[in-house]
């Protein structure tokens, strides 16, 4: 048993012994839950090397992630770690093997593909482009590769172009499913981050390996508001959603929070962070026990 299996074995049975053998899944008994609290989540806290780790190479990522206790990670293209389609395949294995040996889970993979674009060619370079991506995280061990919608072209008909969206979505799902890899479809983009629009891609876009990532946009509050938005995704909803500091800024954290717990999600919550700080772990940490309070208040 390698250094990681038996962390990840202490855990489950610590968890077990707190709750009586909970079956992965399973909603919390009622004797577990007090009167007016929230029931135990099975969600944890991951961290999207979007701006916090983008300096930090892959030992600083599983070094600080350990220390800070949050044990998850989605791995962004193009930053410091240099995790990327031109890894050997011996390198991939390192990577693999790297992970394995720590607690911190790699989660998936951040990448900027897209499929909106009214020119064919650049579609096909997106779409082999995820394809590309979905092999490296199978090298590596990984469960998933997110993508995203980001516009809809003035010159082109909505309906068309969400049409294409959701074709590339089924066509790269499948391809995924493959590997084991899931489709994880960020809430992102002009235009297309709202969630109405996100629902008509997901009309299209059927293929039981595509899920939708939540995002915590601005989006979300407007039209019947955030509880019936996120209702209206929620059957989509895959393994992660996205999430900015918990305690920065307007978004009403502690409703969403409440939403997934009462829903069941049982994911990870991964921090899409943007503030600088002068200490990243701390601000790990405190993001840590934040998420802690608002999912077990």
Known sequence: MNRRDFLLSASALGI?????????????????????AMPKSGMQLGLVTYQWAKDWDLATILANCEKSGVLGVELRTEHKHGVEPTLSKAERAEVKKRFA?????????????????????????????TKAYIELMADCGSTGVKVKPNTLPADVP???????????????????????????????????QAPAVMKEIFDVADHKNAY????????????????ANFRMLRPRFGDTVHVRELNIGDYPFPELMKLFVSTNYEG????????????YVKALQEQQELFKKLTTA
């Open 158 to 192: 909505k309906e068309k172009t969400v049409e294409q969206i959701g074709k590339a979505l089924n066509e790269v799902a499948a391809y995924g499913a493959d590997f084991g890899q899931k489709i994880r479809v960020e809430v992102h983009g002009k235009y297309t």
């Open 101 to 129: 040996d720590s607690p911190v889970t790699l989660v998936g993979y951040g990448s900027n593909c897209e499929y909106h674009s009214p020119d064919p060619a650049v579609l096909k370079k997106n779409i082999d482009q």
């Open 212 to 227: 939708i990532c939540w995002n915590s946009n601005p989006e979300d509050l407007e039209g019947a508001g955030l509880e």
């Open 268 to 279: 990870w919550i991964l921090l899409e962070a943007r503030t600088e700080q002068a200490d």
């Open 16 to 36: 077990a012994t707190t709750i009586g053998c909970q079956q992965p899944g399973a909603a919390p008994s009622a004797e577990a839950t007090p009167a007016g």
